[in-house]
Structures are given as C-alpha cells and as structure tokens.
C-alpha cells in the first residue's frame, strides 16, 4: 500500500500487513516505544495515542485505518530536554512509579485539558451542560488509564496544577 | 489474527455489497472487532471499513434527532441536543467504556457489539455462540455477569451495552440499508433477539445489511435517569443497568419507559411495566409490584442469582428518584 | 576493594545522619522521571536488537495430562513461521522468588490449564500469533484433578504451626469472643508490563533483556534451565513495568525466547500476552481463614487463634504466609496458629505484593473489629490495649515498634471520633457513611547486596549495581544515599542498575530492596571516604563533604588528583535478621460509603499512618504508600480470580474482568510517614516499605463498611452482591 500516516509531524508508509495494529505499528515499525502496550485489548489505556486531537487506544485499531490521519504520541509531546508541562508536572509531583502507563496518562492528559476546554461532559458531571472541573472530574475522564503501581493521586495532582496553570 | 483483505467502502450501498460476500465484516471504530479477531473469535476474510462513509452526522430531522452511523459515542454525549433533550443517552453513552474507547466507538459498532462472556471470547472453551452446538461454557461455569431474563437453554450471555438500553428507553429506531429486503427500520427494541435456539445470532442483521443511523423520536417531557450497577466506579459493564424516562402528572405516574441491561442478551424492554405505573400514584408498594413484573420470570443459570435482588433494588432505586417518592 | 558488614548488631545512630549534602530522605524527583513522562525509558520487548524473530506462546487446553502431538509440519507451512519449539528445558512455570534454580519444565507434561507448553516464531509478530492460535496440539488428559480448594487433602504446614496455653479453654472461659470464618478470593499482580525477554546469543554467550524483579537470583534460575553457566548469560532489566511478585522468578516466556534464539541463531522476541500474564504467572491463592479471638472484660486478648487454608499446585513449596504478622502482633497467653496447603490444578500460586498479611491482616483485623466491639471499646483503643511489649511466641526483642505511634497519630489526622460506633448512624442521600480501622504490619526482611560505587577523577560518582527499579525508587535513593555520603549533588551521581555485569544486589522482593542495597552503597561509600579522609589527613567521621567541596579548602577533584577511587560495598544480614522480631508497622483508618439500594461501596477517604525506619525519599516513600493503599482497595472491594470448577481455567484473565482499581475508585488518600532510625533494621536504618501500605488495610475498608451498613462481611473483596446478600433488613 502506498499510502501514508503522519506520525508526529513525520509521513510514514503503513505496514503491507494490514493486520498490523497502530499501536504495533509504533512500536514495532517505527520504533516509537514510548507508547506501551499492556493489554492489546483496549483494557487498560497504556497504549493511548492522539490521533486529529482525540485520545484513542491504538491497541484496538488497525494502522491501515489510519491512511491520511495525524497521530501524536507521546514522542510527540515532548523530550528530556523540553518537556511539556504535564510531563514536568508528572515528574514534579512523583505521578508514576514503575513508568509504564505514564506515557498514556499524560496523552490522556494531553487531551483531557482539552476536552475540558471544550466542556465536553462525563459520567462525573452534574450538569451535562456545564461541567466544571473537579477532581472527581478529573478521576473519572483519567479511569480509563489504568496505573497498577496506584500513583493515581499524584497524577490528580499533577493534571490539576497543569489545569488550574492553564486557566 | 488471521490474514484478511482490507477494503474501504465508498458508500453506503457498497458497503452493504461488499459485506455480502461469504466472510466479509463491517468495519467502523474496530474497538470490539479487533478485540475479538485479535483472539480469534471473529476471523473475517474480507474486512470492509465504513468507517469514511458519509453517515458521521447528526441532524434534527422534522420527527426527532437522527444519529448516524458512524457517529462516534463521543459525539453523541457532547452534542448539545442530546445532552439538553435526550440525557438518558447521554448519561448511557459516558457511562459506558472510556473516553479513549468512546472516542473510537461508533452508534453501529456499539449497537453490535457482541457479549463479554469470557467463554465466548476464549477460542479454548465450549460456547454455542461463537461454536454452534459446542455447548454453552458458562452454564455451570462462572457466570456471574450473565443473564437471568430471556435466556435459552442454548446460551445466557448478556448484551454488554450501555447506549442501546437508553435508546430502548427512548423507543429510537435502527436504519438499515441493503439485504433482500431493501431498506428498513427496526425499533431498538427489536434490534437484538434472545438467543432462544440460536444464540450466535445477536440481533436482526442480516448478511449484506448495514446500519446507516439511528433515529430519536421527538423529545419528551419527564425525568431521564441512566443508573449503572457496576463492580468498579468506571471501566466495567453493568451487573445492572437502568434507562428510565419518568414523567409525573398530578401526583400521578404519567410515563415510565424503562429499559434494562445487564440482565438480557438484550436491552430488556417489557411493556407490562408501563401498563403497570402508568396512572398511579408512586408508592414504594407500587415499585415492589412493578419489580416482580419485570423479575416474574427470571431465572439465574449459574452465579447471577444476585441480580435478581440487585435488579428489584435498583428499580425501586431509579423509580424513587424518578417520581420523587419518599422513601 | 570490598567493603563489607555482616549486620550482627545496632549500627551507629548518627554516622549517617551527620552528612553534609542534605540530600538523604528529602522529595528528590526521580532521577530517572524525565525518561519514563517522555516514554524513552526503555522496557524488556523495547530494546533495539537487529532483527528479532517474534515467538509466542502456546498454552495448554486442558487441565492436566499429557501432550501427545503437536503439528509441526502444518504450522512451518504457515507464513513466516520459522519454528516451533517444544524443548524439554522449557519452563511451565514462573520460578518461586529466590529459588535461584529452575521452576518445572518438560512442557509436555500438563499440570494447569494455560501452561506454556510449546512457542511458535515467526518473522513477525503476526505471523506468528495466527499460527500459535492454530496449532494443532493432541493431549491425553487426565480426569482425576483435584480443582476445589476446599475439597482437596490438606497438607498441614508445620513450620507455621503455634500452639501455647489453651486456645478452646480460653475460647470458653472469656468474657468476649469471636470465632469467624473469612474466605479472600485469589488475586493477580497485573503489572502493566506483560512479561518479555528478547534472547540473543552470541556464540555461547546468552543476552536477555526482560522484565525481572531478581537478577541475582533469576540468572542461576536461567541457567539452570538451560543448562549452561552463569558466566555465559547475561541478564538486562533498566526498567521494569512493575512486579508486584510477578517477575520475581524468571517466567516461561525468558526461557522459550533463550531456546528459540539458540536453535535459530538469531535474536528473539517473546511477549507475554496479557491473558497469558494472568494465566500463567503467579496468582495468589485464595486463602480460607479461621479466627478465633478472646478478651476479658477490660478488653486485653486472652486467646488468638489463626489457622488458614491455602493452596498451590503439586510441587510447589510456597503456601501464601497467611499468619506472618499474626504471629507477633497481638499478645494472647493462648495461641493456637495453624497453616494448611492443598494442591490444586490452578496456575502456580506464589508471592503478589505483601504475600500473607495482604490477606491474612485484613481478616484478623476484621476480627479485632468484631471483638472490639463486643467488648464495648472503641476499636483504636482496643488495639492500643493489646500490643505486647515483647514477642508473644518467641524470645526475639522488636528492633523498634511503632505501632502505637501509628494508631495514635493516624487517628488523630483523620480526625477518628472515639465515640459510640454503631452501624447506619449517618446516611447522605442513597448512601451509608461509616469509618472503619484497621492495624498494618509487615514483616522486615534484609538480604544480602553488593553494589560498586567509583567516584570519577573528575569527581561524579557512578553507582552500579544488578539490582532493579520497578518503581520502587532505587535509582533515585542509591543516589541520594551515595551524593549524601560523598558530599555530591544528585546531578553528579550515576545509578546504573538492571545488569548483571555488575554486582549483585538483593533482588527487588519482599520490600527488603531499599534498606538492603542501600547499606550495600553506603558501605561502599564510607569505604571511600576512609580514603578521602586519609588523603585529606582527618578521620572519616569528621570528613566533610558537601557539594564536591571538602572542609578545610580543598575540594574532592583535587583529593583524587586524576584519578578513580572505586569501592564495592557488601551488606549481609547476621543475627539482626535471626536473634530479632523486625517489623514496619502502621495505621489505616477509612471512610466509606454504601449504596442502600445497591450495595456498592466507595472508599471516601483513607489515610495510612506508617512506621518504617529512616524515609530514604519523601516522594518516593509516599507513592509506595499510596500504591499501597490502592491495591488494599482492590483487595476489598475490586479484586478476584475467578475460576472455572470443572477445568480451573481463569474465567477472567483479563484488565476488563478483573477489577484492579481504576482512578475514580482512589478519592481522597493521605499517608503520614513517622520517621525512625531503626539500628538494627539495616546499616542504613531503614525497613521495607513497599508492602506494608496494603497489609491490613482492606480490613479498615471493611470494618468501616460494617460501620456504615450493618452488613460484617464474610468475604473479599466486598462486591455488591456479597455486600447485599450480608446486609441486614
Ligand atoms: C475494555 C472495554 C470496555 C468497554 N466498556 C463498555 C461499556 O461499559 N459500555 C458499553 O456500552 N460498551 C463498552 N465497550 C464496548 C464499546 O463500546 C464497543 O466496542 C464499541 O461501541 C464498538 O463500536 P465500534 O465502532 O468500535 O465497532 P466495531 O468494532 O467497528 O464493530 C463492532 C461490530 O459492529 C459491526 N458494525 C460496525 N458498523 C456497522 C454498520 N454500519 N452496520 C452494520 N454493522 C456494523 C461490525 O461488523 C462488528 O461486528 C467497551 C469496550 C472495551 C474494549
Ligand atoms: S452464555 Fe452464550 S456466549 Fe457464553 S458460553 Fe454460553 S453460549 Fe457462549
Ligand atoms: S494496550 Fe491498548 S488499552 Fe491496553
Ligand atoms: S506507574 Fe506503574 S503502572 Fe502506573
């Protein structure tokens, strides 16, 4: 196929495999390991992605899916050396430990803020119409990042800064 | 996964040709298809993604909201109509999954979604839906999460969606396109079957049909409740959920459509409910009636037997906030 | 040079503690923490090796048996596919933490469902699992299999065995008792990681890159599986996507990526899938416990009776160590504790995060709760009542004990209202409130570490050691230990672990990892600066060093006057470990909420009060009792293993079946950290922490459960339908 993706501002071939899942085509393909793979079933968030903006999981779609379409990982948000402003505040406020969902929560995070801007509801919001940001807000658009070694509250913490920074 | 050909639609009617061929799948989010072809449980030759076909809008129509097929779950929970008119289905939709996966998750994908019984979804294990005449895993297995209405002796799996038991509730009803018989409209209702003698059957598609959209009758006047019973505070299926439209009149009970998931291989809708609150006045007695209505048959086949209680409970739960009632 | 201590004894109080730099205990941000936020740390399946095959695992479809064919020639026919591989030496099970020789192998033979028992390669990932899902496998499978826990022959476990005064007599005589039976489902580590190992041979020398807990242990474990020398195999963890007891010993997929790379010669990939992570590395058991609790009137324990049940499969010696802290906990002149194993066709049971009091200290705190409340005494105060000023069973003094500190000042921060306790006293709405309590102790562990420490010429230090990070913190305290010694800010000390070319650490295991290569760098490091305060002519108590600067003028650049120092510290545990009771202990208190019409239940709020020794780093410390106060919500609430009664397979083998907690289900969480020096916990005062954060705390949940509702659980975790089956009308 000769058609192309663009993986963080770069186009790249897709796979000849169609099977070949995005989140393997960033790992395997384009040696992007920064995002993870911890379930390849859509349960966990690790492989979180942006994809035109949105927050998906790329374990459960196909790269070829992808023909055309922008997608950000978390390579793309940042580095060492210029860190966004989430990734400092996760490092700040110790929002991870063992590192592994880290680079899903904060795209999740990434896209949170901007969902938030865009005062998209949730399951947590009182008022569909106007929800606000609480931190049981922020916990309920986060569940879907599962973190088994539990930094979750540091993560509350860190996205908050970062929102309360930003508004 | 099997090796399989690609494809994309280019509209609707191809879609519905292309998906015709012996072994062709739809394609749309994939949230659900992949999972399954991933462990082989679904294993397509020809994959035909719908996912570029122009039926990713919605739009008021002179009788209601027309969602349509392509239209992620996320777009349907932010959209300000829904949101001010049709909260029941919005509160579903956030309810369900994440955003990740709502972002993903298409109206068609997620009406077709199949059962998270974890017999059907492992290759290793008996299961009549995805093995006909293999036999039924579950029965006498863990099955906690399964059904305990309209099950079969064939299957008691569960239809594991939120957004169809609101849509249920709100009467709203599934277009389809191509087949034999032309075009059609279905009510939600009537969408997904019981499993009966054939469990691998999960709704009324038939091969070379897709869905195009999914309309809402206008909106109406009432209360709109979606209550989800569920192990975790997010990221998990209803053990029982409840879609409830309740409108009050003079003290007296004027609307009550109510639809359950969790409970059925499909969005439960039993008419007798309504027939049943329609005109009186809430009591915590009348809940009590309308729960052994709705439970009357139910019958757990293995470690649901929980949900019969949970389910009356969470009735009377729903039906108190609805009508106002003290309790 | 070697530095070395045997830990017989108290070390000195306050060498330590009179460092200059400032650096030890302080909320140092992870040195390693910009390489995980911008995902250039790398993991086992990440490494950049030319060309790797890919291999995945074939798992058994029945319970126990034989395999009595495999079509090879159907699954070569596929594409890509380049072997399949069902070598004797293959692994069928994780080995045991610290059993540093290989778990079972010959594949062929089947003792639970999902056991590895062949890898296919292939040149893609693809291609490879398509043909893994269609290998064609023939068994001859066993009938006979004992699958039900409470059905099967116990094996009683003597070395746990107590029995002293008269459990029954006291039972009967007492004023106050309870006698209760508490079941707690099997649990799963689930680190985010699935384990992986990428095998490459060059020659007869072996590279693995995997996700391990325990290199020092889990080379010999590799080698003996293969059946080579530990000189030949090299084993690479920089980072480990969490553990939790899952990647103690090395698991089947190491092993199958070894040999396929071997008969190939070429490198080669094997990824755990998630569902394999769960059915085929360690669970917990399910454990079946029997308390029996007896006070006099003013509420002092008069008997203790503990006894368990738990299981593993044939072969295994590990039985979850239910009774741990029970042991010394609570005083009682009657004790009667008792432990059995039955062996069971489930996958391997073995140790996931504080195995034993993760489960066996949340049902003996249940009891306390319902005999404290038999007795009339507020549950804080009834503990407070019954610490013993000495091991009740044994003559081994507590090295320190903090555990009145904790109940006292945790109380206190959560603002614990000592008053009448009775169920259903408040209710928001549809909901319950209720608090509830619970004591924390986890049993202290050292064990033996090296660790080289070079100070450069031009002054940084570098620290190396095999010792892995899954999280922990290690890479952030070494260096802070090692800059507070060496007088060196952290931007100039190197931590290099996760290698077996260097030294051998303790292993990450059993909380004893921090405390252990801690003193292993420290002693390193005072070895070194003996030799600075040599060349600096001062004694090395009084050598001060801060910020590369020696006092007196001269700085270290100049002392080592172009040239390295190198110094490798070895710590060992000695009659610390055996002539002594060494413990963390702590507090959990919670606020939870129960859905009258539904049952489900919600932790509000929990605080855990901890005692551990010396806080190595404030940050770090916290988030591992954070962590560990989110899995005791998952033990109560969210978590279990669901298995099949006719062939034992895991119903729920994966992230969306079994419940680990996800972020809503974590609201409002505090941690009070009491700081101590214990002497004679390690060289560097400090104790294991990683565990003790879930070691009682499902029973707070539990007990405050109890306080909102009415409903005293017999079971966990407390999902909605137990929580209404057990609540009163
Ligand atoms: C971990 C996890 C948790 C989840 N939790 C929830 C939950 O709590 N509640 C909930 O409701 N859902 C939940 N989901 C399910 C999720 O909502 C569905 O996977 C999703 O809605 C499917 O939509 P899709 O567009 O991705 O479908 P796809 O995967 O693309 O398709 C699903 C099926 O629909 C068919 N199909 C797609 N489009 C059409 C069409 N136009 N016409 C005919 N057939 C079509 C496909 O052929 C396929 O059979 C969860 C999923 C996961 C993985
Ligand atoms: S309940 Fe239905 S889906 Fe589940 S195993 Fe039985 S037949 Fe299959
Ligand atoms: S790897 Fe995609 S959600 Fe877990
Ligand atoms: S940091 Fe380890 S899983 Fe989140």
Known sequence: MSETITVNGVSQPLPDDVRVSLLDFLRQHLG???????????????????????????CLTLAAMHADQEVT?????????DPSALQRAFVEHDAFQCGYCTPGQIC??????EEIRSEWPSDASDDLAAPTLTDEEIRERMSGNLCRCGAYANILAAIRQVAEEDA | MRPFDYIRATDPTDAAERTSAPGAMAIAGGTNLIDLMKLQVETPDTLVDVGRLDMGSIEEAGDGLRIGALVTNTATAVHPKVRADYPVLARAILAGATQ??????????????????????????PCNKR?????CGAMGGVARLHAILGTSDQCIATYPGDMAVAMAALDAHVHIQGGRGGDRQVPVREFHRLPGETPWQDNVLESGEIITAVTLPLPVKGKQIY???????????????????????????ARADLAFGGLAHKPWHDPRLADLLVGEAPSPALFEKAADVLLDEADARGGSEFKIPLARRTLTAVLTEATETRT | MTAHLKQDGPVDRAHLDGMQQGLLGKAVPRIEGYAKVTGTATYAAEYDVADPAEGVLVTATITKGKVTYIDNDAALAMPGVLAVIADARMTTRPAQGTAGEAPEQEPQSVSYWGQPIAVVVAETFEEARNAAKHLVVAYEADADVDLDPAAAQPEPQDGQAVEMGDLTAAMDAATHSVDLTIETDGHASAAMEPHAAIADWDGDNLTVRASLQMLNYNIAELADALGVEEDNVRLISRYVGGGFGSKLGISEEVVAAALAARQLGRPVRVVMSRQQVFQCIMRRSETHQRLQLACDAEGRLTAFGHHARVSNLPGESFAEPVLQSSHFLYGAENRSLGMDLVRIHRMTAGSVRAPGEAVGMPALEMAMDELAEKAGIDPVAFRLRNIPGENPEEDLPFTSHTLADCLRQGAEAFGWDDGPRRPRMRREGDWWIGTGMASAARVHNVSEAKARVRLTAEGRAVVQTDMTDLGTGTYTILAQIAGEMLGLPIDRVTVELGDTNHPRGPGSGGSWGAASIG????????????????????????LGLKDGAVAGGRTLVDLLGGEALEEVGHYEPGDNQDAWTASGFGAFFAQVRVNHWTGEARVDRMLGAFGFGRVLNEKTARSQCLGGITWSIGAALTEALHFDPRDGHLANPDLAEYHVPVHRDVQDVEVLMLEERDPLASAIQAKGIGELGMCGGAGAIANAVYNACGARLRELPMTPDRILAALPE
């Open chain 1, 32 to 58: 992007l390991t920064g995002t993870k793979k911890g379930c390849d079933h859509g349960q966990c968030g690790a492989c979180t992605v942006l994809v035109d903006g949105f927050r998906i999981n790329s």
């Open chain 1, 73 to 81: 990982t978390i390579e793309g948000l940042g580095t060492p050396e």
């Open chain 1, 108 to 113: 999740s995070a990434t896209a949170l803020l």
């Open chain 2, 100 to 125: 990740q996966l709502r972002n993903k998750a298409t109206t068609a994908g997620n009406l077709c979604q199949r059962t998270r019984c974890t017999y059907f979804t492992n290759i290793d294990q």
């Open chain 2, 131 to 135: 093995a006909p005449g293999s036999g």
């Open chain 2, 227 to 253: 209550r989800k019973v569920r192990e975790r505070s997010s990221y998990a299926f209803a053990l029982v959920s409840i879609a409830a439209i309740v409108a009050m009149d003079g003290g007296r009970i």
């Open chain 3, 519 to 542: 003193s292993a760098v420290y002693l390193a490091c005072k070895a070194l600066r003996e030799e600075i305060a040599r060349r600096a002519n001062t004694g090395e108590a009084e």
